[in-house]
């Protein structure tokens, strides 16, 4: 599949401080990818750089198939949306007024705003001026913003860190949909179950340097522990290897019928972060 | 460069709903009107002070207001979102600053009512007021843009309201021809001599070296701002 995003050897300093340390890394058309790392360890530098509002200190971004630098026009801004950190709205005008000026920025019909706004649920609150609303809802308007004009290739930083369960579920739901109709997500996050539900490959990001890339499953499946565990009838969990000695053991379970359950010991992306790398995603 | 109109219509129909919400810009807008009023009182036959109202709406309406609308969205962090929009530096840039524009010609035209002052005919006011229009525009754009935030762009605009608004006042304290030469060179003062000349003669031929001076200054702070636009929108 075609590369939209290709890095190769990207490095940014701040005076002495490194923040992104010889990264190279390809995102596909069409895929949810993830860049996962606590913070400071890069991911919105990397963000800023992709979407040019940082240059590179070394190193070569292509997007588009072109390299970065030329292609910061009207054009190459209507295929992309940007969910950074720190984007604001005006809060003293309502959702819609701040919904329709990016519309008419965008070129973008008016009924896409009633759409995007039942993505992030906030249909009802199309009347609401901005600073009249929660934290949480704040942020799926930038959301609704970055979505509103369906971009090819999605950049989202942290997009889920102020909201509940409810709402998050709400926007996986809708960054799917978009996903399925074809925009490429380039998210951030330290949430590693986001990462786990919505990127089809993530990329470990520590100290500004990328540890690990691969597919959730492929990692987990790579650090998998080398054994199972059986829950019993009388509530024990036991942890049996995978060799030899460990089916004997399970087969007599089985036999004298006391096995409920048999999991695989596949670990989460967190704890499969925190084996590389030493430290807590969060 | 792409230029297109619905998008600077989109930031100038924002920032007209924003102003109607913004008592900070709303009270600012008052304050030259305010002033001519006072100055109505007073004659005085020097023509800066003459031309005061007009001067003050200016710098504060064109400039200060300019300054305050930019600093509010780096303060806000919304000027980044214009900024990786489709639109333009000079759809920004000219979206930003209609709404001011619009705004300064009406406290202008009702200053000039209030103080009783004589307007010239319609096209040398025109060409007056706009080359002073696009240096106070510049200037604000480039205070809001050094200021990080908004109650910051009092601080860092005061040297420049002094300079700009009030330094004809203080001429009487200078003796040295050549800080009375160089106040002379301000565009209020280049502003208010082509203004009486006109007023007088009538003919804009003999506003020429006047009209040179404020289109130097209007170009001067044009460049410095999208110079300053280029280093400071991210921050």
């Known amino acids: 599949?075609?590369?939209?995003?290709?890095?190769?050897?990207?490095?940014?300093?701040?005076?002495?401080?490194?923040?992104?340390?010889?990264?190279?890394?390809?995102?596909?058309?069409?895929?949810?990818?993830?860049?996962?790392?606590?913070?400071?360890?890069?991911?919105?530098?990397?963000?800023?750089?992709?979407?040019?509002?940082?240059?590179?200190?070394?190193?070569?971004?292509?997007?588009?198939?072109?390299?970065?630098?030329?292609?910061?026009?009207?054009?190459?801004?209507?295929?992309?949306?940007?969910?950074?950190?720190?984007?604001?709205?005006?809060?003293?005008?309502?959702?819609?007024?701040?919904?329709?000026?990016?519309?008419?920025?965008?070129?973008?019909?008016?009924?896409?705003?009633?759409?995007?706004?039942?993505?992030?649920?906030?249909?009802?609150?199309?009347?609401?001026?901005?600073?009249?609303?929660?934290?949480?809802?704040?942020?799926?308007?930038?959301?609704?913003?970055?979505?509103?004009?369906?971009?090819?290739?999605?950049?989202?930083?942290?997009?889920?860190?102020?909201?509940?369960?409810?709402?998050?579920?709400?926007?996986?739901?809708?960054?799917?949909?978009?996903?399925?109709?074809?925009?490429?997500?380039?998210?951030?996050?330290?949430?590693?179950?986001?990462?786990?539900?919505?990127?089809?490959?993530?990329?470990?990001?520590?100290?500004?340097?990328?540890?690990?890339?691969?597919?959730?499953?492929?990692?987990?499946?790579?650090?998998?522990?080398?054994?199972?565990?059986?829950?019993?009838?009388?509530?024990?969990?036991?942890?049996?290897?995978?060799?030899?000695?460990?089916?004997?053991?399970?087969?007599?379970?089985?036999?004298?019928?006391?096995?409920?359950?048999?999991?695989?010991?596949?670990?989460?992306?967190g704890e499969i972060f925190v084996q590389i790398t030493g430290r807590e995603l969060a | 460069m792409t230029f297109s109109l619905k998008r600077v219509n989109a930031i100038f129909m924002k920032d007209y709903k924003d102003l109607l919400k913004n008592s900070y810009v709303l009270f600012t807008i008052a304050l030259p009107i305010f002033y001519s009023m006072l100055l109505s009182k007073i004659s005085d036959d020097d023509p800066t002070m003459t031309l005061f109202p007009i001067n003050l709406a200016l710098i504060i309406t064109g400039a200060f207001i300019q300054a305050a609308i930019v600093a509010e969205e780096k303060e806000k962090n919304t000027l980044r979102g214009l900024l990786l929009s489709p639109a333009s530096t000079l759809e920004i840039l000219v979206g930003k600053s209609a709404l001011t524009a619009v705004v300064t010609l009406i406290v202008i035209l009702v200053s000039v009512k209030i103080s009783g002052l004589e307007m010239l005919s319609i096209p040398f006011s025109a060409l007056l007021i706009a080359l002073s229009l696009i240096f106070y525009l510049a200037l604000g754009t480039m205070l809001g843009l050094l200021s990080r935030t908004v109650m910051e762009t009092s601080i860092i605009g005061m040297p420049f309201l002094l300079l700009f608004g009030m330094m004809s006042m203080f001429k009487p304290m200078f003796e040295n021809e050549l800080i009375l030469n160089a106040i002379g060179y301000l565009p209020n003062e280049q502003f208010a001599v082509a203004w009486v000349t006109l007023s007088e003669s009538g003919q804009i031929g003999d506003i020429v070296g006047e009209l040179i001076v404020l289109t130097l200054w209007a170009l001067a702070a044009v460049v410095i701002t999208v110079i300053t636009y280029g280093k400071r929108r991210f921050d």
């Open chain 1, 1 to 269: 599949m075609e590369n939209i995003i290709e890095v190769k050897n990207l490095s940014k300093t701040f005076g002495n401080k490194i923040a992104l340390k010889n990264v190279s890394f390809n995102v596909k058309r069409g895929e949810t990818f993830g860049f996962l790392g606590p913070s400071g360890s890069g991911k919105t530098t990397t963000i800023k750089m992709l979407t040019s509002q940082l240059l590179q200190t070394t190193g070569e971004i292509k997007v588009f198939n072109q390299p970065l630098k030329k292609q910061k026009d009207a054009s190459f801004m209507k295929r992309i949306g940007i969910l950074t950190d720190n984007s604001g709205l005006y809060d003293r005008l309502t959702v819609l007024d701040n919904l329709t000026l990016y519309s008419e920025l965008y070129n973008v019909e008016r009924k896409q705003i009633n759409e995007i706004l039942e993505v992030v649920n906030l249909q009802n609150e199309t009347k609401t001026q901005v600073k009249k609303l929660s934290k949480g809802m704040k942020q799926r308007v930038t959301l609704a913003r970055a979505m509103l004009h369906k971009p090819e290739l999605l950049f989202l930083d942290e997009p889920t860190s102020a909201l509940d369960p409810v709402n998050m579920k709400h926007i996986h739901d809708g960054l799917r949909e978009l996903n399925k109709q074809g925009t490429t997500i380039f998210l951030t996050t330290h949430n590693m179950m986001e990462a786990e539900q919505i990127c089809d490959r993530v990329a470990f990001l520590h100290q500004g340097e990328i540890k690990q890339l691969d597919t959730p499953q492929n990692l987990r499946i790579q650090y998998m522990d080398e054994s199972v565990t059986l829950l019993l009838k009388d509530n024990r969990s036991i942890v049996v290897n995978k060799d030899e000695k460990g089916a004997e053991e399970i087969y007599q379970y089985m036999r004298s019928g006391e096995v409920v359950s048999i999991h695989s010991n596949e670990p989460t992306l």
